[in-house]
Structures are given as C-alpha cells and as structure tokens.
C-alpha cells in the first residue's frame, strides 16, 4: 500500500460518505472496503501482497464505494448505458460481482501459492475458483440476512430491480471473474510473485 493508494483510497471513501443516497446502504456496502483497508495495514510488513493484488484490492475497493454513494440499482453511468443499450435495468450490480470473483481469485491465488498449500497448475485454478464462489455465495446469504432484518435498506442493498435470477447471475458472474482473472492475470501475477519472495 503506498501513499498514493492511500489517498486515492479515503479520497474516495469521504466523497463517497457525503450525502449518500441511503446511509445505513453505504455502510453495507463499503463494509468490505473498510474491513479489507484495516487487514491490508494490518499484515503490511508480514505479508506484503504483489503490486497487482494492492491495484485490484483498491479499484473493487472503490466500485463498492460508489455502489455504496448511489446504491448499485441507481449509479449515474450504468443509467446512460442502460438507455444507450437497451437494458431493462443499471447493471452496476453486476460489474461489481464481476470484481467479486476476479479480485478475490488472484489475493487468494497470491495466498496459496505463497504460503505453499497448492503448487500453481490446475487444481490451484480450481481451488480459486472454489474459494471466490464461496464468498460470492456468502455475500449472497449476508443480502438475504439484511433483507430479513431491514425492510427499509433491503431493496437497496439487494438491488435486484425486480430480476427474479439476480442471486444466481450475481455468482454467475462472480464465477466468470474468477476464471478470468486467472486466465488473463496467471503469468503475470506470477512473476510479481517471484519478485515479492526474493525481496
């Protein structure tokens, strides 16, 4: 984490904090951001990550933030592309579980391979790709417990827009940035971390 990822990190955070669109949504929402900020500073020195893991961290760290400004049903951009593309809801939602799966599979890869449980090959693929769907899953029955719990912030905070397969799309694509992100990431993620276990 360097000083410029931390600025971009609270720049962010305090706009996102200012007049959100529902309070107790932005909360939820930029939970994980909060809880990934306070563990990244917490193993900084033990367990410094690869430049692309801190990279990745910090942009799903900011697409939660703006989902957690404007709910993800209402992000201004997604609205245009909506009309621009015909779509019948913001689809914000989804690039946010896209990076459920893609940023979560190259910090999980970087743990295992650096930590020696499984040697880089297929069933490292597998076994990442099995951890982001877990915690995609998870998210999934954290949604629903905050449904049962807030009727006021549970449409917010779920943003299905009436789609009846948001649950099941929402690890969909948790799924397909799991896989992508190895596939695209692997070799280069790597060598930073051949790089990071000379240093």
Known sequence: MTALWVLVYLATLIWSGIHPKDTLTWLLEVMPALTA??????????FPFTPLAYFLILIHCLILMVGG???????????????????????????????QGFVPAIVAREILLRNA?????????????CICLAISAFYELIEWWVALASDQAAEAFLGTQGYVWDTQSDMA?????????????????????????EN
Not at 117 to 129: E, Q, T, Y
Request: charge should be positive; charged fraction near 20%; aromatic fraction near 16%.
């Open 37 to 46: 900020f306070v563990l990244l500073a917490a193993t900084r020195r033990r």
């Open 69 to 99: 400004h404007y709910t993800y049903a209402e992000v201004p951009l997604f609205d245009s592309l909506k009309d621009y593309f015909g779509w019948q809801r913001n689809n914000y939602d989804k690039l946010g579980h896209l990076a």
């Open 117 to 129: 449980v499984v040697a880089s090959g297929k069933w490292l693929f597998f076994i990442v790709v």
């Open 173 to 197: 694509y948790a799924l397909i940035g799991a896989i992508a992100a190895q596939a695209l990431l692997g070799r280069m993620h790597d060598r930073q971390i051949r790089k990071t276990s």
